[in-house]
């Protein structure tokens, strides 16, 4: 029986409560957690149609490209409560986000929940009263262009990835994938230390001076030319260190030297004078890309973390929708921020006309409203430092004084230039010196007194904001306080940080605000490029199948044509494109363009040398290569031979060189591409050549005792003799040859002090520490007494005791050669405690979680740092720092782990008879065959439906 109530449904279940609240009790509000279907791997489809057009894709790509869905399995739970709901309501209103992945979303829910009630679409980009209320009296109906588009950003991403991955797995590795945009950035993080690997330093000298005209009004200058002639600077070389720029003087240590020298010893006059004025305008609010990049730069936040913590504070009402293109900002938000500046900063500090900024977007995809604080009137950081902490607050203030300060005045100023001339004929050089100085004062700071922009760093920055120079006029003389010789070298293109390579994605039209943080993420949690500080540094396996792709997929990782494909997908949701056709041409090409499509790609492949897309040429005969196993070094011109000419070299044994087994050394990915010199692998394979030190001899069995240097660490181990059998024996088929013992250095042990007395030691581990009896029951019930050792081990993760099968962890691996059979015996009395250790505090403290009404607390469990109220335990994810975690971030994973419901493991099914099985699957696969009959009629139902709309 309805109870005439509606149900809402958004996304996150930390909106429900806040909506909830805004909406009143006649709307009851629940959460989807996100998608709740998608399209199945080739493993979960229904088995009829395994072999069927969906066998590959789960879309049937030679019917219009129809999609077949799936519940995901630990979404069914929330599935079915959303149903017991829908039976008590008369309407539904679809009120997930307002981009397409939220309108897709909504699809899903409406073809899943199949509602018989009047369904409605309601939209919101901030989460306050006014904007709730308004969003629940002025909905619309579902946008079936933006599902189109994001289901054909779906299916391309499908047929992308399953169709280029499996290449990448037989000619690199196993379990690499490719990706439509993971692909492509990762090439541009490639590309990038490929520069820096081509890149040759060039030296180039200068001279710095400071000069004087009036008692305690010095100022410094730099030498700009010298008779006539511009001194070559920084942005004057190429990267291969060659002079480019023509008509410049390259000076070198001596001259600058001497040109110094002249010019202390000589005066200076102001050859020219200028100032014109200044003026800068205030950047645009906040988009999904800005707010990224200058979270990077000020506040030190990763691209997921700067998501994560803006989806908290849009869910909790403080900003607007965070994955917005669009510099727009509303009518009320521009009122909003222009009182707030007049109130804080004066009116002269507010220009006469709004500010009104135009995108760059094509067509922006996303929320129509810049990120901005939430309500028609903004609360200053002030008003929310009660309520906001950390990072929270850090970003909502970013936040804050962007929006205002792009309603305020520009910042004025005037910037002056003067050249100095210094006579330095005594320097044998030249017979004349310009040096030259600028600097800009602000006379009125506009919207810089509310923000002020951050700046990625320049190769050839050189700031001079802000400088003032003393009031000067053409003829008047100078005093030289000091002149010197300054030595620079160019630097190579700087690395990516998650910031620029976002920023670079944007420029090149490549991705969308909901994707650049999944996208950076993804490319290293796949493996192909790692952090350094905030560097992005790809690894040797990035370098192999980026070389695969652009060798056999080029217009794959072509950045234009990946452009091309965002400005199609925008297309299908302006409705000028059709759906099935834009996939077709994808696919399987355009015949009338010529142009191959992604299944010839593949069909055409040809012989694929996976030893040569493996190979990173470094230099002198010297590669890497990125093996099974991992990456290695390798000479692979023999010693002797010319690596230019493949020659043997004069006095050189031929032979000798032509049957070389060639060098090698395993490597890490912890040396950057760009550090990997000929020199370095020289070095490394040397280290790989040497035997070892050795220590002495084993007084037990004679053999010799070598430390070495290993890829996973230093070690020491003992070295085998190849033992002949004898003459009376008969050689063995495929014997098993002895392995030497072999043991890992101590953390606090240093490779190049070890001696044998202590490698002996660590060779005994594990070593028995005693013998002990214990008590056991027999299966006829009677007790008997056995004999036990104890012994001392060193494992995975750390030392330990071990008596049968009861282990117990040690505090330090000292103990291992230490502990005695009385101290073992008093750590075996004591209880076993769960885990390694004692019980540990809790690392941080929260509140009463908003479900449960308990405390909630941060612990350090077996596998990593989780969250609990004693009821639901959540692990931490990847990015969540325990420092800057939030009570908010603690009860959202806590949410979305009771959403999930308990986690549960597929038991190996008895196998029963023939019939039995046959007539289960027959059960099954008729089950399968109803529900998908079901849903394509459905589908088109609701195709029909949204046409008539």
């Known amino acids: 029986m309805s109870s005439g109530r509606k149900l809402v449904i958004v996304e996150s279940p930390n909106k429900v409560k806040n909506i909830a609240a805004y909406l009143g009790d006649e709307y009851v509000v629940d959460a989807s957690v996100g998608h709740i279907r998608d399209l199945p791997t080739p493993s979960e489809l229904p088995a009829d149609m395994k072999k069927g057009p969906y066998g590959k894709f789960a879309v049937d790509v030679d019917n219009g490209f129809d999609a077949y869905y799936v519940v995901d399995a ?31 979303i909504a699809w899903h829910l409406y073809e899943t929940l199949k509602p018989k ?13 006014e904007a709730i209320q308004r969003a629940a009296n002025n909905t619309r109906d579902l946008d079936m262009q933006m599902v189109n588009a994001q289901e054909t950003r779906r299916i391309l991403d499908r047929l992308y990835g399953y169709e280029v991955s499996p290449v990448l797995w037989r000619k690199v590795r196993r379990g690499l994938s490719a990706g439509r945009v993971q692909s492509v950035a990762t090439r541009m993080v490639v590309e990038r230390e490929r520069e820096r690997m081509a890149f040759r330093a060039a030296s180039y000298w200068d001279v710095e001076g ?62 020219a004078v200028s100032e014109k004025p200044y003026s800068r305008k205030p950047s645009a609010p906040f988009i999904t890309s ?61 220009p006469d006309a709004p500010r009104r900024y135009a995108g760059k977007a094509k067509n922006a995809q996303e929320a129509h409203e810049a990120i901005r604080p939430a309500g028609d009137r903004f609360r200053t950081p002030a008003q929310v430092a009660g309520q906001l902490r950390g990072t929270e607050f850090a970003l909502y203030e970013l936040i804050w004084k962007r929006t205002v300060a792009s309603q305020m005045a520009d910042a004025k100023g005037s910037t002056a230039s003067v050249k100095l001339t210094v006579p330095v004929e005594s320097s044998g050089v030249a017979k004349q010196a310009e040096y030259s100085a600028s600097g800009t004062v602000i006379t009125f700071r506009g919207f810089l007194a509310a923000y002020e922009e951050g700046r990625d760093a320049d190769r050839y920055s050189n700031d001079d904001s802000e400088r003032r120079l003393p009031k000067l006029s053409e003829g008047v003389s100078l005093d030289v306080l000091r002149a010197e010789a300054l030595g620079h070298e160019t630097s190579p293109p700087a690395r990516f940080t998650e910031a620029t390579l976002v920023k670079a994605l944007e420029e090149r039209g490549i991705g969308r605000p909901s994707t650049y943080a999944a996208t950076v993420g993804t490319i290293q949690d796949r493996g192909y490029v790692r952090t350094r500080g905030s560097a992005l540094i790809p690894t040797w396996l990035a ?36 759906r099935a056709r834009w996939l077709s041409r994808f696919y399987f090409g355009d015949e009338g363009a010529s142009a191959e499509g992604l299944r010839q790609l593949v069909d055409d492949l040809g012989e694929i040398d996976a030893r040569g897309i493996s190979t990173i040429p470094i230099g002198e005969g010297y590669v890497v290569r990125v093996g099974r196993y991992g990456p290695y070094v390798e000479q692979d011109v023999p010693e002797g031979v010319d690596p230019a000419t493949g020659e043997v070299k004069d006095g050189a044994d031929a032979q000798a060189a032509a049957s070389a087994t060639p060098r090698r050394a395993s490597i890490t990915d912890e040396i950057a591409p760009d550090e990997m010199t000929p020199a370095k692998i020289r070095e490394l394979l040397e280290a790989a050549d040497d035997d070892g030190r050795v220590l002495g001899q084993d007084p037990e069995t004679g053999r010799d005792i070598v430390a070495k240097a290993g890829r996973y660490g230093p070690y020491v181990t003992e070295v085998l003799a190849d033992e002949a059998p004898a003459a009376d024996e008969k050689p063995k088929k495929k014997a098993a040859k002895p392995k030497p013992r072999t043991a890992s250095l101590f953390k606090d042990m240093d490779l190049a002090t070890i001696d044998l007395e202590t490698a002996l030691k660590l060779l005994s581990l594990p070593r028995v520490v005693g013998v ?27 030392p330990y005791l071990k008596k049968g099968t009861d282990s117990r962890s040690l505090e330090t691996e000292s103990q291992l050669f230490s502990i005695t059979l009385e101290e073992a015996e008093a750590i075996y009395a004591q209880p076993k405690q769960r885990g390694r250790a004692a019980a540990k505090p809790p690392l941080k403290e929260f509140g009463a979680d908003p479900a449960s009404g308990k405390p909630v607390v941060v612990k350090d469990g077996r596998f990593g740092e989780y969250v609990t109220d004693g009821e639901t335990n959540a692990t931490l994810r990847k990015d969540d720092d325990v420092e800057t975690l939030t009570a908010e971030r603690a009860f959202e994973l806590l949410a979305e782990k009771r959403a999930k419901g308990p986690t549960t493991r597929k038991k190996a099914a008895k196998k029963s008879t023939k019939k039995t099985a046959k007539k289960t699957t027959a059960k099954t696969a008729a089950k399968k065959t109803a529900a998908k009959s079901a849903a394509k009629t459905a589908a088109k139902s609701t195709s029909k439906t949204a046409k008539k709309a």
């Open 543 to 578: 370098f192999a199948v980026t070389n695969l792709l652009e060798t056999h997929f080029p217009s794959l990782v072509d950045y234009d044509f990946t452009a091309s494909m965002e400005e199609g997908l925008d297309r299908i949701a302006a409705g000028d494109e059709e």
């Open 117 to 129: 009630v009047p369904v409605k679409r309601m939209v919101f980009h901030e989460i306050t009263k």
């Open 74 to 104: 630990d979404k069914k739970k929330k599935v079915a409560e959303l149903k017991r709901a829908l039976k008590d309501a008369d309407e539904l209103y679809l009120a997930t986000d307002e981009d397409r992945e939220g309108e897709a």
């Open 210 to 271: 400071e000069f004087e005209a009036k008692a305690g009004q010095s100022f410094v200058a730099k030498l700009s030319s010298v008779d006539g002639e511009r001194v070559a600077s920084g942005r004057d070389f190429g990267d291969d260190g060659v002079l480019k720029s023509k008509g410049v003087r390259h000076l070198d240590g001596a001259a600058a030297e001497k040109i110094a020298e002249s010019t202390r010893s000589s005066h200076a006059s102001v050859s």
């Open 772 to 798: 002990v009896e214990e008590k056991k029951t027999a299966d006829d019930g009677t007790e008997k007494t056995e004999k036990v050792e104890i012994t001392a081990q060193n494992g995975r993760y750390g």
């Open 290 to 350: 800005t707010l990224q990049q200058e979270a990077s730069r000020k506040l030190r936040l990763g691209s997921k973390d700067t998501m994560r913590v803006a989806q908290r504070l849009y869910e909790n009402g403080y900003i607007t929708y965070m994955r917005t293109d669009s510099v727009t900002l509303s009518e009320s938000a521009i009122s909003a921020a222009r009182q707030q500046a007049r109130d804080l900063y004066g009116a002269e500090y507010v």
